[in-house]
């Protein structure tokens, strides 16, 4: 079994944001093709928003699969599971460093990753189909 805890930094994430991913994981059941074990916000605080993500995981994972996997929690975080494909890989080909996310892993194989700034590229919630950059002001 693998565990993720997820740190989203406030306020580049807002609660609906995390709540998005958690519902979305939990809709489909699985997670990068791993079945879903359990996943939801388990703390809020001034500065983060934390969620615990855990999943079957019988093998090991690569680092590229890794990092896609990491890379479509920042996509699901814009709500852009659904957007074109374009929009998509406009996130996923960017690596973690111009999306400001690290990660730390731990001898008992669970995993610290990091979101320090929010997607790119963002969907309103009220209209998937008005894609935007997000605004840093």
Do not use: C
Request: aromatic share 12%; charged share 25%.
């Amino acid at each position: 079994m693998a565990m993720w805890h997820l740190m989203l930094k406030k306020p580049a994430f807002t609660k609906g944001q995390a709540k998005h991913i958690v519902y979305t994981l939990q809709d489909a059941g699985t997670f990068g093709g791993f079945p879903l074990k359990k996943v939801g916000i388990v703390r809020d605080t001034e500065d983060l928003l934390y969620i615990d993500l855990s999943f079957t995981q019988p093998i090991g994972l690569t680092q590229a699969l890794f990092e896609e996997m990491v890379k479509y929690l920042m996509v699901l975080s814009g709500r852009l599971e659904t957007a074109p494909l374009s929009v998509y890989f406009a996130i996923m080909q960017k690596t973690f460093d111009e999306l400001d996310i690290t990660y730390q892993h731990y001898p008992d194989n669970s995993l610290d990753i990091v979101f320090w700034q929010g997607s790119p590229i963002v969907a309103p919630p009220e209209d998937k189909e008005e894609l935007r950059f997000r605004d840093d002001e």
